[in-house]
């Protein structure tokens, strides 16, 4: 098991480096220092699931760039397959993709970053999405089944968490969005926990307070 577990890239540690081709010229894990990066995989192009998943990150492809962070698609296909795949979704469903999709036929991206999974596909990535910050860093992984396509919404909801938790110091509740109140970390020592009471929260108990932004 710890062999498997070692395969697969890990919350709060260095995103896997990778160069690759994409349908956009060169990219690397260096090209997005100082910026979010949501690299997603798809099982397979022409693939009724995977249009409608890229239709949803297009669409919102504007307002991940207003929050500071790019899309980086990937599958295990060619680049003339991504771009015909493009070109089609643009002539069906009159939608352009703006971001980049990475080739990787020889599976070296989509095997540093745990995408290929045995039980799923031999040969395809399974949904997999991964966000990365400014400093490289991988801070969270979403698996989904071939079956079912992704919430985009939820991508965005889940940026907007984790950015102002890192702004603010504070953690988010189950289904927070922007104008809820956060969850403030909770004291350390009973010192703290005796002043709690007294620092202005909404506290329900010591080890749970929340406050508004």
């Known amino acids: 098991m710890s062999e498997i577990l070692s395969q697969f890239p890990h919350l709060n540690e260095p995103a896997p480096g990778f160069k690759a ?4 010229g060169d990219r690397s894990l260096a090209d997005y220092k100082g910026k979010w ?4 995989s798809h099982p397979a192009d022409f693939t009724p699931v995977c249009t409608t998943e ?8 504007d307002t991940f760039k207003s929050m ?11 680049l003339f397959s991504h771009l015909a795949w493009t070109q089609n979704i643009q002539e069906k469903f009159g939608v352009h993709i703006p971001f980049p999709i990475i080739e990787d036929i020889k599976m070296e991206v989509a095997s540093a970053y745990g995408m290929v999974h045995p039980g799923a596909a031999d040969t395809q990535a399974v949904r997999a999405t991964f ?12 698996y989904y089944p071939m079956s079912n396509g992704r919430s985009i919404n939820e991508f965005i909801r889940l940026l907007q968490a984790m950015q102002t938790s890192d702004k603010n110091s504070v953690a988010t509740p189950e289904g927070w969005t922007p104008g809820c109140d956060v969850i403030v970390p909770p004291p350390k020592t009973p010192e703290a926990i005796a ?8 506290t329900v108990d010591w080890y749970y307070s929340t406050k508004s932004l």
């Open 131 to 142: 966000f990365i910050d400014p400093d490289g860093v991988l801070r969270a992984m979403v």
């Open 54 to 61: 890229f239709i949803g990150f297009a669409n919102a492809a």
């Open 37 to 40: 990066l949501i690299l997603f």
């Open 195 to 202: 002043k709690r009471a007294t620092e202005g929260y909404k």
């Open 21 to 24: 081709k994409t349908t956009h």
């Open 68 to 78: 500071n962070c790019e899309l980086l698609g990937l599958s295990i296909d060619s």
